[in-house]
């Protein structure tokens, strides 16, 4: 009862909500980059939203059904094909023993998300079933997938879940406008620094991945050097270290960190910069902390 | 209340920063902050992450706004004059220094121009705060090495530091958790598991505990390692006050 990775992508890797609670130890959080997607994904096939499920990331992979399940994908668009078939996205179908779901380059979007009625069952690591790919912990085996894995689903069965949600798919641009809350350490920039970095444009580069983005723009001044005690970082928190070229740390950040930040992506256009890939670019608005509340409260699927 | 400032960390978060200097009393205070935040049981407030001078607060927008959050945190920072109450806990941390345990041992003799006797003698004869974990799980930033220790990281990191090595980087000493690069000179190895993932706490170390090297002979190391995998050998721990 389960799916078998034929050929496993770029990189696809079990991931859940995260694991929360335990950043104090130094354990990073991890989870779905696009944890708008996930959710989505885990509610169009019945299931809790924080159930475990396969994140893949540009390049999607080729899987085999050893029993009969439903599934839906989310997020980027890998154009899948099921038995050859062409099959949509967002939207939950039923798979048989011996289908063959089958997943290209992603045409739209970076990350892609593979989710299962009665989500994918690896065993539970410190509260949580996502991968950890630098303490190797978590997921399935501390890893991603490679070809001839075979990952255990829930439950069985083809019927479809009955009140199905209907999520909005993204536009995924490739440019984007990402709204922040400045702080907490943007006293470290000079005046000129904080002008930079709002009225530029600043260029993903090759050294994107789950731990964070590395841009490229114009360098943002600082008023004596970069370097703080370090304290404690989130999803979205942009940092600068002495290059003047930021850095946006992701799901697999550390938990702390010793660079200025200047500003924190706002949690609802992180899924936004999630899907986005090397050679897009973004802008950063300065929004008010409760401004970005408000518009967190109404920001639904 | 001065020298501190309150900022949000984004819709979901609030950073305290105290005064931004490592010192234990600054990181009393964090500890201080932390420990009122949790017994004020405070709807909405989830983890936090305290660090050398600054406590990373995250918390639920739908039940406490920033605003309404801050306004806490201010009220608490005014009765609270930022102390954890009650003893520290004290690790004892067993660690074989030298050979292969240590690689690097040699060679901080020629640094620090000391015997390797005194090497170990002036690291195991100091208590270290962690101040903070982080960087890996149950990493711990320890405070209080001796200067005489201190010496450059490695030219060229190695690619695989062993789990449980004890080592110097600058005039900072720690232990690796898991097997990592890193420039740090190893001085020696502990059989304690600093993270394991399948215990009830994973992290052996909280921020605010204070560490003490024991050394230990090469057998002592294999026998602790054995009870250690056997889930039989309990780690000394004892309580500190300050002024002790």
């Known amino acids: ?64 059904f ?48 593979l989710a299962a009625a009665g989500g994918i069952d690896v065993p539970v690591v410190m509260g949580s079933r996502s991968t950890d790919l630098k303490s190797r912990t978590g997921g399935y085996q501390g890893r991603s997938l490679k070809a001839g894995d075979i990952l255990e689903i829930g439950r069985t069965g083809t019927a479809l879940p009955e009140s199905s949600i209907k999520p909005q798919i993204p536009d995924f641009p490739r440019s984007a406008r990402i709204r922040v809350i400045e702080g ?19 260029t993903l580069t090759d050294k994107c991945d789950r731990m964070g983005y590395r841009l490229s723009g114009q360098v943002i001044e600082t008023r004596s050097g970069s370097d703080i005690i370090s304290d404690g970082i989130v999803f979205g928190s942009i940092q600068v270290p002495s290059s003047g070229q930021p850095i946006i740390l992701m799901a697999d ?48 699927l | 209340m001065d020298n501190i400032r309150i900022a949000p960390a984004g819709d979901r978060a609030l950073l305290v920063q105290f005064e931004q200097k490592i010192s234990e009393e600054v990181n009393d205070r964090v500890h201080g902050l932390m ?31 920033y605003p309404g959050l801050k306004g806490e945190i201010e009220g608490l920072l005014s009765m609270a004059e930022g102390k954890s109450e009650g003893g520290k806990r004290l690790l004892h941390i067993p660690c074989c220094y030298g050979s292969h345990f240590g690689p690097d041992l040699a060679d901080m003799e020629k640094l620090t121009g000391l015997s390797r006797e005194e090497i170990i003698k002036i690291h195991s004869g100091v208590d270290y705060r962690v101040y903070m974990l982080g960087f890996l799980p149950g990493f711990v930033y320890l405070g209080g090495m001796d200067e005489r220790l201190k010496a450059p990281r490695l030219a060229t990191p ?19 958790p898991l097997q990592s690069p890193g420039g740090w000179r190893i001085i020696g190895s502990t059989p304690v598991e600093f993270f394991d993932p399948t215990r009830e706490e994973p992290a ?33 721990i004892t309580e500190v006050f300050d002024g002790d």
């Open chain 1, 1 to 64: 009862m389960g799916i078998k990775v034929t050929a496993p992508g770029a990189l696809t890797t079990v991931q859940d909500s995260g694991r929360t609670g335990l950043q104090q130890y130094g354990i990073p959080v991890c989870g779905a980059m696009d944890q708008r997607a996930f959710r989505a994904a885990n509610l169009l096939c019945g299931n809790d939203e924080s159930a475990a499920v396969l994140e893949m990331t540009l390049m999607g992979g080729t899987f085999t």
């Open chain 2, 158 to 176: 190695r690619v695989a530091i062993p789990k449980g090595s004890v080592a110097i980087g600058g005039s900072q000493t720690g232990v690796y």
């Open chain 1, 253 to 300: 950040r550390q938990t702390t960190g010793g660079y200025a930040k200047i500003a924190t992506v706002c949690s609802f256009d992180l899924p936004v910069l999630a899907q986005m890939r090397p050679g897009d670019t973004v802008t950063f608005e300065k929004i008010g902390v409760e401004e970005a509340q408000r518009i967190a409260s109404v920001s639904g």
């Open chain 2, 204 to 236: 052996l170390c909280r921020a605010g505990d204070v560490i003490r090297f024991i050394p230990v002979t090469a057998c002592d190391y294999y026998d602790i390692r054995q009870d250690m995998l056997r889930g039989r050998y309990d780690l000394k």
């Open chain 2, 35 to 65: 420990d009122a935040v949790q017994k004020a049981g405070i709807a909405g407030v989830g983890e936090m992450i305290p660090s050398y001078a600054a406590l990373l607060i995250f918390y639920d927008p739908e039940e406490i706004n």
């Open chain 1, 66 to 113: 050893t029993a009969d399940h439903v599934v839906a994908l989310t997020g980027a668009d890998m154009k899948p094909r099921l038995n050859g078939e062409e099959i949509e996205n967002y939207k939950a179908f039923a798979v048989h023993e011996g289908d063959t779901l089958e997943l290209g380059m992603a045409v739209k979007g970076c990350r892609c998300y």
């Open chain 1, 184 to 202: 907490p350490q943007e006293y470290v920039f000079t005046a000129a620094g904080l002008e930079t970095f709002y009225k530029s444009a600043y």
